[in-house]
């Protein structure tokens, strides 16, 4: 079983920056692809980045790419999306999302954070 808390959500004007974390509860010899995904008003969850056990592999949505950068620190449970150059469009809840693979959600989840870009 993994437990997944989202902190970093908040308010930025468009051309912005925000970090979003989440913290991870595993079992220790977890291997677990983590992951972001986010759901605007009206729309579908969608897949917006994920990193692997070993920080190796990265996946991107194309929307993203060259302004987000996921990391994570194994030795805090943690895994950080940075997020540049915010849009009004990038305006979510951001889950984290643990047990996946590439771009595909794992079965676990958090409650996730909102992060609204005004324009």
């Known amino acids: 079983q993994v437990q997944l808390v989202e902190s970093g959500g908040g308010l930025v004007q468009a051309g912005g920056s925000l970090r979003v974390s989440c913290v991870a509860s595993?079992?220790?010899?977890?291997?677990?692809?983590l992951g972001w995904f986010r759901q605007a008003p009206g729309k579908e969850r969608e897949f917006v980045a994920a990193?692997?056990?070993?920080?190796?592999?990265?996946y991107y949505a194309d929307s993203v790419k060259g302004r987000f950068t996921i990391s994570r620190d194994n030795a805090k449970n943690t895994v950080v999306l940075q997020m540049n150059s915010l849009k009004p469009e990038d305006t979510a809840v951001y889950y984290c999302?643990?047990?996946?693979?590439?771009?595909?959600?794992?079965?676990?989840w958090g409650k996730g954070t909102l992060v609204t870009v005004s324009s």
């Open positions: 595993a079992p220790t010899d977890s291997r677990y692809v």
């Open positions: 999302n643990a047990g996946g693979l590439g771009t595909m959600s794992g079965d676990y």
């Open positions: 990193i692997s056990w070993t920080g190796s592999s990265t």
